[in-house]
């Protein structure tokens, strides 16, 4: 009986450039409660306040931070994983031997061809070119 070991070849995110929006979102979100901060004159003002800024700072920069956290393309010897969404609610696991054709398209996207189902799409990986090379090569080694 023979087990295959499996060892991880690359762990990817997607490139940090997608976080300059939610930072500026907290920025701005800091500076209006900085801002506003000694010049509002009752007490309802700070209140509505500190809930506009919380909010804003939730909406456009935590749920963005979990999400960007949560996404990643895993390469091993055996499999490729992307897992996205908020929390990883989305994962999609491919053999090796499933995968027919590795594409690169427009916009840093990697577009991973399997026999029967949907293409798997994965947007923003740093080294696209690189990675998608690889997993084309030990598809085919395979």
């Not at 500076?31 to 901060?37: R, T």
């Not at 969404?85 to 996207?109: A, C, F, M, Y």
């Amino acid at each position: 009986m023979s087990f295959i070991s499996e060892q991880r070849i690359a762990r990817l995110r997607p490139r940090a450039s997608r976080l300059f929006l939610p930072n500026l979102f907290l920025f701005l979100a800091c500076f209006g409660a900085a801002f506003f901060s000694g010049r509002l004159t009752e007490q309802w003002q700070y209140t509505v306040l500190w809930i506009v800024c919380g909010a804003v700072a939730f909406f456009f920069w935590f749920i963005p931070l979990l999400r960007y956290l949560s996404t990643y393309l895993e390469v091993t010897t055996t499999r490729v994983l992307y897992r996205s969404g908020l929390l990883g609610q989305n994962r999609r696991e491919l053999s090796l031997t499933q995968i027919k054709d590795v594409q690169i398209t427009r916009g840093r996207t990697i577009s991973i061809i399997v026999d029967g189902q949907d293409p798997l799409v994965i947007k923003g990986i740093p080294k696209h070119k690189t990675v998608a090379v690889e997993i084309d090569r030990l598809a085919s080694a395979i």
